[in-house]
């Protein structure tokens, strides 16, 4: 049987006409190559032959024997687990395919894998042609002798993966830690002995989905002189001549003699153009060439979103080689430095940890990403659009890859270099100890020069990271290693991130930082021998804190540190997100279907507790009733905190408190969902936006006044990321509880506030305050403020501050409130919102009515209120107004 080949988009394009192909991300054509793609419809069957079905390629078992109905939805209910046996089997695809005869005549015919999951024997024609054991390196394999004028047969048998890491385990001479995951999080185990996403075989927001597939690209390639495997641009700032050049990077296989001819760069957007002779030896060879930028005017520089514009330039390579032999690429250049700063601070010991892009500090503000789907072959570019641009909605300027996922496809980075995202890349190594034998290591190797050399273009990546948190596994312990063996750990850890991946890292890459782990004390770190005694110590590096018990509006309690990459609390998605794998009889807090979803211990009743710190919590008769308000008030919590503690961050900017401070980046952890579960994340598996995220929007705002009390005074910071100074004043109203129009109003007197500074603006005691506003008490009255200039122009959107926590507040009414529907989807909805009272933490839902509210979750204090409602597609103002529930604290008791 010959399949066709698919393709789709410009891939497909490039493929058809046989000799161009997307290089990273780059378009590269190169005369006289022919291409075949082997993607689309392959066979797959188990091991002994009980199953046997069409699979697509790109994809994995599980989406195969889902789409060709043999398993049901795996998100549904409870099917991970009852889907476990998928992960224990062995699976072969296979293909047949011809091969034209001119293209069997080319020198060499290669045979290239995108990505394999993961441990695999690959055989053509009965032959074997290799085997593969690492998920994220590209396979390319010299198949030409082997390829016949007729029907060509390719097979692909995949091993279990929970086998073989068990295996692989079993083999080693001493126990690398953890064995086995959490039993809440009913997954597999030595996931840490296998090169492939670590949270496949479950994570504490995660099911266990240990899969197997060809889950990305297979084609053929054919040539007879040169192809091209790899172009990476990485500019270079030269401080003496105050000018950029451009180091091109072109990686080549070359199957003849030496090579030789000349190669044309040139950047018409900067009046840039050089050619250089060009020799290549046969083999793979890596050639830098550097391009000097001529221009006499500025270089647009790439800026992280709100500092500056995201500019780029075309550039075009034109090789020739004697006679006939072209190749052509053209790409988009970005210009910016990056730096690590970790430099003595004054009046504080330890050192300074913050990024600078273009000699300018940038306070880091945003989340951390993690897988989008267990099923890579199931993550839509259009799904990782709408992340990403929700991020920049909600005033992100950086992503942290989290260690525990994969490196994204090109076009995240794409993305991110067009939003101006900053893009911390984790190595794939998270919460575990690793082996380090020499297949495992040579393995290691190879993945981090192509993804090095992958991802180096990318103005977005701004810092690589060894892994995360496995220098604090070691440093507090968290596998109960015994004390004579440690050593033995040390060696390894320092072996696996620092001899080899951070020695590879700067062979490949000095363009921008490396870090070995996060959290981390970094400089002070590697004084330690690279682990440190504390990685948690604010003072130095980055830090990752939780602290579920804790009551998260005390600010007291958070660590004062030069960086905060995690922290965050837990909440449930929206009921219609859950309703999508659930029944009724799930719906409730207390029945089988939300443990099972709770992969981290005791998450539910830590949610409960946080919440009961402050609100009531739901006591409704109506048990549905009483379930979605549950949902409710875990959101109302987690959005709360997590605004306590960025808030607290994003104030502690600018100063030092015994001893401790300049904390220069807020990453909550985390973004973005995996399946419909409780976790830390902001963005529900769907995309649809928690209350987090419409909190972030306002908390993450370029401009923003933060307020607090500390010892007996009511204070608000205005904090800014502008690079311009500022004249402002707190305008500060008192609110009650039980009347919609403030009782009082007062203001600062105006305060310079200096560019990327936070500074204290406002500051009177508590008590003073509200003896002078009428009959105001902590319960009865609460803050609201914001910013303005001397033109009475507001800055940053509004904020509040509870005197007291809702639950104990006097006079909140329940609110009846009716809400109207206008618009058409061409310039979206506005939805206006009437009240019969003050309602707090106001929850807009628009069920499965795709898009986003103008903002959510906010304190109605006024009679009426409009909010816009931008749909992400096809719908009504009657639909949006069928769809639409409103829901108030004071609803939910
Ligand atoms: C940190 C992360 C993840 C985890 C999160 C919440 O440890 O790095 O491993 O999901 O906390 O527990």
Known sequence: MTMPPTCSGLLCLSLLLGKSLLVSSVQVVTSGQQNISLNGKWTLENSNGSLSLPAEVPG???????????????????????????????????????????????????????????????????????????????????????????????????????????????????????????????????????????????????PSFPTAGLWKGVRLEAYDVLRVLHLATVPVYNQTSSGWSLQVELQ?????????????????????????????????????YTLHVTTSGPVELWWPSGHGDQSSYPLTLQGVLGPGLTFTADTKVYFRTVELVQEPVPGSPGLSFYFRVNGKAVFMKGSNWIPTHSFQDLVSPAGVRSLLESAVAANMNALRVWGGGVYQQDLFYSLCDELGVMVWQDFMFACALYPTEEDFMDSVREEVRQQVRRLKSHPSVVLWSGNNENEVALATNWFGIPGPERPLYVKDYVKLYVDNIRALVLEEDQSRPFLASSPTNGLASERQGWVADDPYDPRYGDTHYYSYSRDCWDWSAFPRTRFASEYGFQSWPSFSTLQKVSVPEDWSWDGPFSSHRQHHAEGNRQMLEQAGLHYHLPNATDPLRRYKHTLYITQVMQAQCVKAQTEFYRRSRSEVVGGKGHTMGA??????????????????????????????????????????????SMVIYAVSDLSVDLNLTAQVSVLSWSRPDPVCTLSSPATLVRGNSATPIFRQPVDALLKGC???????????????????????????????????????????????????????????????SVAPFVWLDAGDVPGRFGSNGFLMASRSQEVGFVPWGPTSAEELGRALTVTSLRDVY
């Open 60 to 206: 994995c078992v599980h989406t195969a024997l889902l789409k060709q109905g043999y398993i049901q939805d795996p998100y549904y209910r409870f099917n991970d687990v009852a889907y476990g046996w998928i992960a224990l089997d062995n699976w072969t695809y296979t293909t047949t395919f011809t091969v034209p005869s001119d293209m069997r005549a080319k020198q060499r015919v290669m045979l290239v894998f995108e990505g394999i999951d993961t441990i695999s024997t690959v055989s053509l024609n009965g032959a074997a042609v290799g085997r593969t054991d690492n998920m994220f390196l590209q396979y390319d394999f010299s198949v030409g002798a082997l390829l016949t004028e007729g029907d060509n047969v390719l097979t692909v048998s995949l091993a279990s993966p929970v086998r073989y890491a068990a295996q692989r385990s079993e083999a080693h001479s001493y126990r690398v830690p953890p064995d086995c995951p959490p039993e809440v999080q009913q997954g597999q185990c030595h996931v840490n002995y296998i090169r492939k996403e670590q949270s496949s075989f479950s994570w504490d927001w995660g």
């Open 774 to 836: 009428g009959n105001c008490t902590r319960r009865s009255c609460l803050l609201a403020f914001h910013l303005e200039d001397n033109h009475g122009a507001r800055w940053g959107p509004g904020n509040h501050h509870f005197l007291c926590s809702p639950r104990d507040a006097e006079g909140i009414e329940a609110p009846h409130i009716t809400t109207e529907v206008r618009g058409d989807g061409e310039r979206g909805y506005t939805v206006t919102l009437h009240s019969t």
């Open 667 to 712: 990453l909550y952890w985390q973004l973005n969902d995996i399946w419909q579960a409780p976790s830390w994340s902001s963005i529900e598996f769907g995309g649809k936006w928690k209350m987090l995220h419409y909190f972030a929007q306002r908390f993450f705002a370029p401009v923003l006044p933060v307020g607090f009390e500390d010892g007996v």
């Open 252 to 288: 080549v296989e070359v199957v003849a003699e030496v090579t030789r001819g000349q190669l044309t760069l040139s950047l018409p957007g900067l009046d840039t153009q050089q050619t250089f002779p060009v020799r290549f030896l046969p083999g793979r060879t890596r050639n830098t």
